[in-house]
């Protein structure tokens, strides 16, 4: 059996699984992401040491990275986080680090792209051509998946930076350093954080934070259906455990579409809008999904 190293790099931690899919993962583990010169070397030491004491050869390994990232092969900057807020990552070449460091072949895509892959492939959106994944934690991301492929024109998309409008109740002034008030600055884990004076993960179901988020990701969906017509779209991440949300998200977007798109995705919506079926599993195995032949 052939075998691959997939590796996630999150904006809060780094997630790496050998195996060749979901059923034959042989190792994991998670880093914290602290600066490239820490978290990184710790990576290729964890993928070479498995190697080692599994007696296997890692044939390829695939990346999905925390971004912006410039994925296009005729850039000088490609394989390049760019203008992360994180700034010690900030224009760092994490793609030519690991060819230079694993001495395999790379595969580099987006996080969202990488989880939104590993879910076409063997998740939520398996057999499915166009669909959507989000995910929401400390950023908000997208991946837009096309006939199987992600979405790719002048850069990746943002989904976390549309513009959205604030709820009527909701005075928090957004905290994205480029777009305040975007998806990601009015709904991320550090929103609600802030918003509130308290770890969201304190907060009773029945709070108003929840009401408010809800509105904020129901926006997002109401504009990613107008625009890209996915025919699924996947919520995931940490802040979408909360007991209930996604059933709230569920609502909102139907009320915010106000009846303007009439399709039997819509009736069926406990089908359409989904948690993802891998978990914080989806961006590794995402990033092994790269690497290896298509199923759908």
């Known amino acids: 059996m052939e075998y691959f190293a997939g590796i996630e790099a999150g904006g809060t931690k780094f997630k790496c699984i050998i195996a060749n899919d979901p059923s034959t993962i042989i ?12 978290t990184l070397p710790r990576v290729v030491e964890f993928i070479k040491d498995t190697s080692s004491n599994k007696g296997i050869q890692i044939k390829a390994a695939g990346l999905s990275c925390f971004g912006p990232v410039d994925l296009d ?4 900057t490609y394989g390049n986080i760019t203008t992360t807020p994180k700034l010690k990552w900030r224009n760092y ?8 460091n694993l001495e395999v072949p790379v595969a580099f895509e987006t996080d969202v792209n990488g989880a939104a892959l ?20 400390t950023g908000i991301g997208g991946g837009v998946i096309h006939n199987h492929k992600p979405l790719f024109g002048m850069t990746h998309p943002e989904i976390g930076h549309m513009k959205i409008q604030s709820h009527p109740d909701d005075s928090f002034p957004g905290n994205c350093p480029y777009h305040t008030t975007c998806l990601e600055g009015l709904a991320n884990a550090p929103a609600l954080a802030a918003r509130w004076n308290i770890d969201p993960a304190t907060l009773p179901d029945d709070h108003p934070a929840w009401e408010f988020e809800a509105y ?6 109401h504009n990613l259906i107008l625009v ?6 996947i919520l995931g991440g940490g802040v979408l455990n909360r007991h209930g949300l996604i059933e709230k998200v569920r609502i909102e977007a139907i009320r915010i579409l106000n009846g303007y798109i009439s399709t039997s995705y819509l009736d069926r919506i406990d089908e359409y809008i989904v948690p993802p079926l891998l978990g914080d599993r989806a961006g590794a195995l995402g990033a092994i999904a790269m690497l290896t032949k298509s199923s759908n």
């Open 27 to 38: 190792a994991e583990e998670t880093f914290q992401t602290v600066v490239p010169e820490l």
């Open 93 to 100: 070449p994490i793609l030519n680090f690991f060819k230079n």
């Open 118 to 137: 590993g879910e076409g492939k063997w998740g939520a959106a398996k057999g499915i051509s166009d669909f959507v994944y989000i995910t929401v934690g």
């Open 216 to 221: 904020y990701l129901g926006q997002a969906i």
């Open 228 to 233: 890209c017509s996915p025919k699924r779209i």
């Open 73 to 76: 092969p005729h850039s000088p």
